[in-house]
């Protein structure tokens, strides 16, 4: 039974699903009436997402619960075929290209296992616009504070439509060293930590990440005021997941340089 599972077969045909699905949500993003549901679904925990958005986008919900059951099937599959192939053929016979083999797979699990805990737990905020002097309040009493914000480019890039302006900011017009947000963390009222953050250079304190992914103009009594956009997440296996996922490229790319073998050419 457990070799069924872990067949090649049953691989090929996951893939294909998932590579379909994947279509069928390109599909689904060209209409309007679903594009604000996608985005509200980058922007918080999956599973809140999907009990939130059911009533309201049934055919979006079932295409993501789809995907997710997909995927849940290619890790049984890559479970049952690594521990009954490809581990049994490394004890059977020391390579380092069997090993080398097995432990990519095992990796791939541990990053599909991350994806899947980090859709149920934790707690994920985007598109969070904050002037100086604003405070955001989060999780378990947390509470974020903006206390400067530096903008030293040319502000008329944050007054242009999106698509234009992400053309322009080039390396020419964007110096990303020189734009940050001072942003202090308390809980209960007590200062955990302030750090200057750059541009999609996060703050983090211990599982809590807040990344500028953005600035923003906002007009206030008249004047222009520069603020920024946040994102906020939290959970304890951010860290090793990314950790896991850079190691899994290394061996990856370690693999690949050990089975390369250039073709000779014929004289």
Avoid at 85 to 108: D, G, Y
Avoid at 195 to 221: C, D, E, G, W
Avoid at 223 to 232: C, D, K, P, T
Wanted: glycine share 2%; proline share 3%; net charge positive.
């Amino acid at each position: 039974m457990i070799q069924k599972i872990g067949s090649i077969k049953l691989t090929f045909f996951s893939l294909v699903l998932l590579i379909v699905l994947m279509g069928m949500g390109i599909v689904l993003s060209l209409f309007p009436a679903y594009t604000d549901a996608i985005e509200k679904m980058n922007q918080t925990i999956v599973y809140q997402w999907i009990v939130n958005t059911w009533h309201e986008q049934p055919l979006l919900t079932t295409w993501v619960l789809l995907v997710t059951i997909s995927s849940a099937v290619l890790f049984i599959n890559t479970a049952c075929c690594s521990m009954t192939i490809q581990l049994r053929t490394a004890l059977k016979t020391v390579s380092v290209r069997r090993w080398s083999f097995f432990i990519i797979h095992f990796l791939f699990l541990m990053v599909l296992a991350c994806h899947g805990i980090t859709m149920v737990t934790g707690h994920k905020q985007d598109n969070i616009q904050l002037c100086p002097e604003d405070s955001h309040l989060f999780g378990d009493n947390y509470r974020i504070d903006v206390v400067n914000v530096t903008f030293s480019d040319d502000p008329k890039f944050l007054t242009m439509k999106r698509k234009k302006s992400r053309h322009l900011m080039t390396r020419k017009n964007i110096h990303p060293k020189l734009n940050y947000a001072d942003i202090a963390l308390f809980q209960n009222n007590r200062r955990l930590d302030s750090q200057r953050v750059f541009m999609l250079h996060p703050m983090r304190y211990k599982s809590i990440r807040i990344t500028v992914t953005r600035f923003i103009a906002k007009h206030q009594n008249g004047q222009q005021i520069v603020g920024v956009n946040l994102s906020i997440t939290r959970n304890i296996f951010t860290q090793f997941f990314f950790t896991v996922y850079a190691l899994m490229i290394i061996t990856l790319a370690c693999f690949v340089a050990i089975t390369w073998k250039p073709k000779t050419q014929e004289l």
